[in-house]
């Protein structure tokens, strides 16, 4: 398996404009994660899916911040307008664990889309 | 807030020496696992230890957990360059959600 798939890896915009960073899970994993990554706050958790729906988008900043998955092989996360403060690293991992107390499964992570906003 | 601090925030040894991470965190857990991070790189998992486990081995890799003081120490024996990573431990409360913790940046001196 190639593992979690990443894209872009590196995406520099001006400051308004529409990102859109999109991840392919693992074959067969059914839980998706967004995280973001920063020095100043560490590794956040954005949202995540299991079975294509959003379970918890708790962690997503604010409106301009949206995820979708619209079927078991492909997400998206979109920052719309985009801003200097959401420059970071951002995560996608997945898993093979379900929702509920008695699944806990590692998570694996992509390599990352380094998104600076000038 | 953040699940999960680690302790210390970086850490510099001797290739051969051990190395030992803490991780505290404030809320009852499923279980704990730990993750390191080379430089520009996504996080890579290394062990799960579940909260009625008290202390767990993967290779060069110990893992402990009290519970009662809401804690994990994560051990590399023998230490080597290549171990040379951020550390970060993983706590889970709802069930397959994780909060990272800050993580330990380790330096192995050749």
């Known amino acids: 398996d190639a593992g979690v798939i990443q894209s872009p890896r590196h995406e520099v915009t001006e400051m308004g404009q529409e990102v859109t960073l999109r991840c392919k899970p693992i074959?067969?994993?059914?839980?998706l994660f967004w995280y973001r990554q920063t020095m100043m706050r560490g590794l956040e958790l954005l949202i995540y899916f299991n079975n294509n729906v959003p379970i918890d988008d708790s962690g997503m900043p604010e409106d301009r911040f949206s995820a979708k998955m619209p079927n078991a092989s492909f997400s998206t996360l979109k920052i719309q307008p985009s801003e200097p403060r959401d420059s970071a690293v951002y995560f996608c991992?997945?898993?093979?664990?379900?929702?509920?107390?008695?699944?806990?499964?590692?998570?694996?992570f992509g390599p990352g889309t380094r998104l600076t906003v000038t | 807030s953040q699940q999960g601090e680690e302790d210390p925030q970086a850490l510099s040894i001797q290739e051969g020496e051990n190395a030992t991470m803490n991780c505290s965190y404030k809320?009852?857990?499923?279980?704990l696992q730990w993750y390191r991070q080379n430089s520009g790189r996504g996080l890579v998992h290394l062990i799960l230890i579940r909260s009625n486990e008290r202390e767990k081995h993967s290779g060069r890799l110990r893992v402990t957990l009290d519970t009662s003081k809401k804690s994990s120490s994560l051990l590399i024996t023998a230490s080597r360059a290549a171990d040379t990573a951020s550390y970060f431990c993983a706590t889970d409360v709802t069930g397959n959600q994780f909060y990272f913790g800050t993580g330990t940046s380790l330096t192995v001196i050749p």
């Open positions: 809320t009852s857990i499923n279980n």
């Open positions: 074959s067969g994993h059914n839980s």
């Open positions: 991992a997945s898993s093979s664990g379900t929702s509920g107390r008695e699944s806990s499964y590692e998570q694996y």
